[in-house]
């Protein structure tokens, strides 16, 4: 018998997509038939608590959670969310509700033993109910009370090897796409790069000494399939800068009908006889490809690798070998001034172990906005503010035509004295011995 | 229940402290042919949705069934997920970046028993637990934010907007009928922790009251040089009230300058906006992340405001219904829905999916605002 009465949410069991309510009632139930006989350390009904809080939620169209407390692990200033509901009196299991997040491994690839171990810890020390995963990427326990903090991480860090994620003006848990683990598109190992940055700046990302919070997102290809130019304040993208290589074979096969266009991705539908003018190379944003009799030709010096033809075709083309990736800064969400994309910084730098390139950028990046940053000003509202060519002058980098989409259409260019024949100091009785007043 | 320790001792709390080692190496959880094959891939393809292969340059072949799921998830589902996985795969399993689980294999006899065991489970409500889908010219997952489950800032819940839509989209998760990949993103506030701004349809709660200012508390619980500072529009000030008999340090809001979105909230927790008649959903459309063809795109406002209708949203989720099947039948293949939206024009985009234009929908915020507008005559009657 359920605790609460939630006939709004019972609404939301029904239909064919996995519902969260099932899954909140369930284990509910098995907290409190508690088969296994653990030893809970919090509520037994806070699962029963939560639903019936959710409900008041889905019947007052507001929530119930006040603001943060400050709750966390000695030492971080990151990874613990204090968590407290408005209703404690009718709610007293979810009266403290904290909030762990738990760094994710590269590519969310896990063992089931692995995972296991987890529900455990968070089965005797937690409420059970996770989000996999956080928005940033971090497996998020949902939901302890303050004296389980320090003995869930003591146990994450001493059983399982498994430390905390990030949280608050640090840098947030860096996350990446599959990468080379399993895609033939990615054009470095994302599941390394974003394993190697994690480690190397923990301190940056346990201890808030950030303007505001700073993230970084791993994409190994423009598809971007990780959302990083939109995400992230450094989006690394991966990228190539030789030829696609060509199976003229393959090229065949897909124009005869032998081989499915785009992988057999659009089987839903009958779209007709495959057309390589038609899908690919009138589609190409570039125009650089054409056919020569039964040879496909790409001018690869004019490609943008938008990554269409190779999407279209995979059996065909494939990313070239001079690989390395693009690094774009800046992107956020609206607040405060709008969404931002990120902008492209560095157009190309090879992606390899122990990746001091791309470091160097990354310190000279964090340097400059924390100089100058203001208090929550995000480094794309700081490079609106400050300007573009601040940045490049923080970065010792070169201005170069791929930076921009377009020149500047207004001419007021904040010349440097430096830059103008003569400098500024001029002797106005001098002019005027040949300008009269 | 008695107190178990993990041998953490408070007392002493940097005894035996462990710390600053970060996650898990992925290499730990490879399943051994994606660790024998990592960067040898040839090429992919999809037998079902839901249902792809990867071929090695060592001839190795791996397959993954590709299941939706609610990112709120209990450890429960979580077991039997590993149960799986020990079951079919090895004890190897993973989730993708729009909280939806890969089950892989390394042989095509395998797959079969995988799909129809994952597809026999359901929860007791009848839903499904791991319903195969969300590959290719389709819908897939929904990546969303706390909601009214655990966040304090929300305009709208996101465990049940996306269980109502998902429901409503399931066919295009389980087909592939679509001119391209169709992505929808729910954030329940305008923080965005789920960054819809790149969606092809984005849900996103909004609040539409200004703050109330809960004075007696207010220079108790905020710093109100933080409160003002937060304000993107410089709608507050410093200012002095009568409380009780006292004058008492608060702040004063110029209502017709706020734009509802919260950061005085964030800052100040003595500036409530959550309402049950303001608060409500704006729908989103025609952005997207990919650099294919075409540059990333923010998505744009088509619908300025629906309310909250707990349990089922159903006027959200039907306007996103005719989005899509608008775009469904008039695309061309390959377009993306906002690519769509450019070559028919916005003003035919609003006559073929049926909603109004009002005059919230048009920029008025800053600089960017000019270069929304048409400064051409190059529009469709």
């Known amino acids: 018998m359920a605790k609460h009465k939630t006939p709004l949410l019972d609404q939301l069991e029904s239909g064919p997509w996995p519902s969260f309510v099932s899954d909140l009632k369930a284990l509910a139930e098995e907290r409190t038939k508690n088969p296994t006989k653990i030893d809970f350390q919090i509520p037994v009904d806070v699962v029963d608590d939560l639903l019936g809080l959710l409900e008041l939620s889905f019947k007052d169209g507001a929530t119930h959670w006040k603001h943060g407390g400050i709750v966390g692990v000695f030492g971080y200033g990151g990874g613990v969310i204090g968590r407290y509901c408005d209703q404690p009196e009718m709610f007293p299991g979810v009266a403290h509700f904290h909030t762990m997040r738990v760094s994710q491994p590269g590519g969310k690839f896990y063992t089931a033993e692995y995972l296991r171990n987890l529900c455990d810890l968070w089965d005797l020390r937690g409420s059970g109910m996770t989000n996999m995963h956080g928005s940033t990427g971090d497996i998020i326990f949902l939901g302890t009370r303050t004296d389980q903090l320090e003995e869930i991480f003591f146990e994450l860090t001493h059983k399982f090897n498994q430390d905390l994620g990030g949280s608050g003006s640090n840098l947030r848990t860096p996350s990446d796409c599959i990468g080379s683990a399993r895609c033939e598109f990615a054009c470095y190992d994302t599941n390394d790069l974003c394993f190697t940055m994690t480690n190397d700046y923990q301190d940056e990302l346990h201890r808030p000494a950030f303007p505001y919070k700073f993230k970084f997102k791993f994409d190994g290809c423009p598809n971007c399939c990780v959302a990083s130019i939109a995400r992230s304040d450094m989006s690394f993208i991966g990228t190539w800068r030789d030829d696609i290589r060509i199976d003229q074979e393959a090229v065949q096969a897909y124009i005869g009908g032998e081989l499915k266009p785009n992988a057999g991705a659009f089987s839903g539908r009958d779209w007709g006889k495959f057309s390589i003018q038609k899908e690919v190379i009138r589609l190409c944003p570039t125009e650089c490809m054409w056919m020569e009799g039964n040879k496909l030709m790409i001018d690869n010096k004019e490609c943008n690798r938008c990554m269409h033809c190779i999407n279209v075709m995979p059996r065909a083309l494939r990313i070239g070998k001079d690989r390395g990736l693009s690094i774009l800064v800046g992107a956020k969400a609206p607040i405060l001034d709008g969404a931002q994309m990120g902008s492209l910084l560095v157009p190309f730098v090879k992606a390899e172990a122990p990746y001091e390139e791309i470091k160097e950028v990354i310190e000279k990046v964090w340097d400059w906005w924390m100089e100058e940053g203001k208090n929550r000003e995000r480094l794309g509202e700081l490079i609106k503010r400050q300007g573009f060519q601040k940045l490049l002058e923080a970065t010792g980098i070169a201005p170069d035509a791929r930076h921009v989409k377009e020149p500047r259409s207004n001419p007021y260019i904040f010349w440097k004295e430096e830059e103008v024949e003569g400098g500024w100091t001029r002797d106005v009785n001098e002019f005027r011995k040949h300008h009269l007043r | ?381």
């Open chain 2, 1 to 381: 229940m008695a107190f178990i320790s993990s041998g953490y001792d408070p007392k002493e709390p940097m005894k035996n402290r462990i710390t600053d080692i970060g996650p898990r190496k992925y290499d730990e959880f490879y399943p051994p042919v994606i660790a024998k094959n990592k960067g040898a891939w040839l090429y992919h393809e999809y037998l079902q949705p839901g249902v792809f292969f990867h071929v090695a340059e060592s001839g190795d072949k791996i397959y993954t069934v590709r299941v939706g799921g609610a990112r709120l998830m209990s450890t429960l589902l979580i077991r039997e997920v590993a149960e799986i996985a020990d079951k079919h795969c090895g004890g190897h399993v993973r989730w993708t970046t729009r909280n939806n689980i890969e089950f892989m294999v390394d042989d095509e006899k395998k797959v079969a028993p995988l799909v129809k065991d994952l597809e026999s489970r359901k929860f007791k409500g009848g839903s499904f637990k791991f319903p195969v889908g969300g590959t290719g010219a389709g819908i897939t997952n929904i990546v969303h934010t706390q909601g009214w489950v655990h966040c304090h800032t929300p305009a709208t819940d996101a465990s049940g907007p996306v269980k109502a839509t998902m429901d409503v989209l399931f066919d295009d998760f389980k087909n592939s009928r679509l001119p391209a990949k169709l992505r929808v993103s729910l954030a329940c506030c305008l923080n965005m922790c789920g960054a819809v701004h790149c969606s092809d349809i984005a849900i996103l709660g909004y609040h539409r009251k200004p703050p109330m200012l809960d004075h007696e508390y207010l220079d108790k619980m905020c710093e109100i040089p933080l409160a003002i500072a937060a304000c993107p529009t410089a709608a507050i000030k410093p200012a002095k009230v009568e409380f009780g008999g006292q004058k008492l340090n608060s702040v004063a809001v110029n209502n017709e300058r706020c734009m509802f979105c919260g950061n005085c909230y964030t800052m100040c927790p003595a500036m409530p906006l959550a309402d049950k008649e303001g608060d409500g959903i704006v729908i989103m459309a025609g952005g997207k992340v990919s650099n294919r063809r075409s540059a990333p795109k923010f998505s744009k406002v088509v619908v300025a405001f629906l309310p909250n209708e707990a349990p089922r949203w159903p006027q959200t989720t039907a306007v996103i219904k005719k989005m899509v099947d608008v775009y469904a039948n008039d695309a061309r293949k390959y377009e993306r829905l906002g690519e769509w939206a450019e070559r028919i024009g916005w003003e035919r985009f609003f006559e073929k999916c049926e909603l109004p234009f009002t005059h919230h929908l048009i920029d008025d915020f800053r600089d960017p605002a000019y270069y929304t507008w048409r400064q051409s005559t190059l529009f469709k009657f």
